[in-house]
């Protein structure tokens, strides 16, 4: 075995976890009873995690005050683990964590005991499979009891949309778009954006990440494993400077001052809380940069770009399972874009909607809401085609499902082409070929 392995455990789920206990007794006594130290891998995390049991099972007080003044934890530990806390309501979820590295961990432990028999030359194997099983089996009755009370869900629920901020809902800021979509996209919520070459996912990922800003107080993780950052970072100018990106890259050199300006104003808003991590990124990369800056609104551009894998296919299912596990773990907001397969463009050419994106629909199932985009050819006027203009193209967003919103409206967005930026506008619009009915009554 190599010996730069590390052994598998979850240093902010432990940090998380003690935070938590320390912020609210009711779910300290909960976890206390769930968990026990040995569910903890850092010596540190094992010791505190200890002694909070301990107090709570005699009944002793565990707030900060307390446990300062009697030794027990000083200050600067105190609060490094209650700003570990993203949200009280998904402790459950960290718990599931501090679990499965200890199964993960317990597997370890029994193969090397299994190799170390195997080698020995007095090996008494019927002994050691016996003894591996046992090993095996109570790994294997590690795995947290599911609780099946509704009101413990809602219970959990309610404390989880309690820990939000005044302004929960992340929203475009094209007022039709976000009512069709139920008013926005909620903490831990998924939204889907899937579309061809050029539909515009990303202006569309920069309008919610734009409005996020601007009202909401956590940062803004943008993964960008398609673009460069500095592109990226160039397109968010672009509205500011009210310049297409290859003027304002022009700009750069010609016109110095105008372009830190520029700068300065798209800082000033940020406020030092918009991030960027480019490409190439495996998962465990961006989940390390989750841990590191607990955004409140994760873009992730896109989705089968992730490092890794030998194909789309299995790159969009290991990264779908990754969300399934990080959509309550972080508390964060969601958007996730995909490209489209050359047969799904086809068939959205022949007014087939069913967002299936590059790699098959594993997204679609866990994404709570899912916008297609789609570049609509407009026909030109009578002057215009004197003239010699081209009409710019439509660009129609599909609402392909949404569990609270208007599923299987479409909507023109107002956009200015320039500045890869929208108006705010959008009008409801219709196919131009319904499609056929292919039931009757009787």
Request: with cysteine; proline share 5%.
């Amino acid at each position: 075995m190599p010996d730069d392995l590390v052994m598998p455990s979850s240093p902010e789920a432990e940090r998380a976890l003690i935070g938590v206990m320390l912020l609210d007794r009711d779910a300290a006594g909960r976890i206390a009873a769930l968990l026990s130290p040995k569910d903890f891998y850092d010596g540190k995390n094992i010791d505190v995690f200890g002694k909070l049991q301990a107090r709570l099972a005699a009944g002793e007080p565990i707030d900060g005050v307390v446990l300062s003044a009697q030794g027990v934890l000083d200050q600067a530990d105190f609060a490094g683990y209650v700003d570990s806390v993203t949200s009280t309501g998904v402790w459950e979820s960290q718990a599931e964590v501090l679990r499965e590295q200890r199964q993960r961990r317990g597997l370890i432990y029994a193969g090397r005991r299994l190799c170390s028999a195997g080698y020995r030359p007095d090996c008494d194997v019927p002994a050691a499979l016996r003894d591996g099983w046992s090993d095996l089996d109570r790994t294997a009755r590690l795995s947290l009891g599911t609780e099946t009370s509704p009101a413990r869900a809602l219970n959990d629920y309610a404390a989880q949309v309690r820990s939000w901020d005044s302004k929960p809902y992340t929203r475009s800021g094209i007022r039709e778009l976000d009512e069709a979509i139920g008013g926005g996209i909620l903490p831990c919520q998924i939204l889907a954006v899937v579309g061809g070459d050029g539909s515009m996912k990303t202006s569309l990922a920069l309008a919610f990440s734009e409005n996020y800003i601007q009202t909401a107080e956590r940062p803004v993780l943008y993964l960008s494993l398609d673009m460069r950052p500095e592109r990226v970072a160039l397109r968010r100018l672009l509205p500011l400077a009210d310049m297409s990106e290859k003027r304002l890259t022009e700009a750069i050199r010609a016109e110095p001052d105008l372009f830190a300006a520029t700068l300065a104003q798209r800082e000033k808003i940020d406020g030092g809380r918009y991030h960027i991590l480019d490409g190439p990124m495996e998962l465990k990369d961006i989940e390390q940069g989750i841990a590191q800056l607990s955004p409140g609104l994760i873009i992730w551009d896109y989705i089968t770009a992730t490092a890794g894998f030998k194909s789309e296919m299995e790159c969009q299912r290991a990264c779908v399972e990754a969300l399934r596990r990080w959509q309550h773990k972080y508390g964060a907001s969601w958007i996730v874009l995909s490209q489209m397969s050359e047969l799904a463009k086809a068939g959205q050419r022949q007014g087939d909607y069913a967002g299936r994106a590059s790699g098959g629909n594993n997204l679609s199932r866990i994404a709570d809401t899912q916008l297609e985009l789609y570049m609509d050819d407009v026909e030109p006027q009578p002057y215009q085609m004197a003239q010699g203009i081209v009409p710019k193209p439509q660009l129609v967003a599909i609402v392909t499902k949404c569990r609270s919103g208007v599923r299987g409206s479409m909507w023109s967005l107002e956009y200015i082409g320039p500045t890869m930026s929208f108006t705010g506008r959008a009008e409801r619009v219709r196919r131009e070929k319904k499609r056929r009915q292919i039931f009757t009554r009787n």
